[in-house]
């Protein structure tokens, strides 16, 4: 049974820091390009930011850069999204999604909310 758990999200003041989890199980992990993607109130769901299965490649919305960094560790099959200087804007339902390139087979987590507010 495929399973991506998101965790880590919550509420937090405009600069501060989140570190997002999503635990992968039920596929071969180490084949999948990894991906966060969040969707606010109202708002299309957006990629955020994306790895490569060997977490060699990544890149991000231009509103996160030089704020987010995504990485991952093969061998706990988990993804992080590290998120710094958080601002009101980044409030969301965020969603980590794996894609093989080989067969594009997608599977997307249930979300964690993350809300940035005084």
């Known amino acids: 049974q495929v399973q991506l758990v998101e965790s880590g999200g919550g509420l937090v003041q405009p600069g501060g820091s989140l570190r997002l989890s999503c635990a992968a199980s039920?596929?071969?992990?180490?084949?999948?390009?990894m991906s966060w993607y969040r969707q606010a109130p109202g708002k299309e769901r957006e990629l955020v930011a994306e790895?490569?299965?060997?977490?060699?490649?990544?890149n991000y919305a231009d509103s996160v850069k030089g704020r987010f960094t995504i990485s991952r560790d093969n061998a706990k099959n988990t993804v992080y999204l590290q998120m710094n200087s958080l601002k009101p804007d980044d409030t969301a339902v965020y969603y980590c999604?794996?894609?093989?390139?080989?067969?594009?087979?997608?599977?997307w987590g249930q979300g964690t909310q993350v809300t940035v507010s005084s």
């Open positions: 039920g596929f071969a992990f180490n084949n999948y390009g």
């Open positions: 790895i490569s299965s060997v977490g060699i490649i990544s």
């Open positions: 999604k794996a894609r093989s390139r080989r067969s594009g087979l997608e599977f």
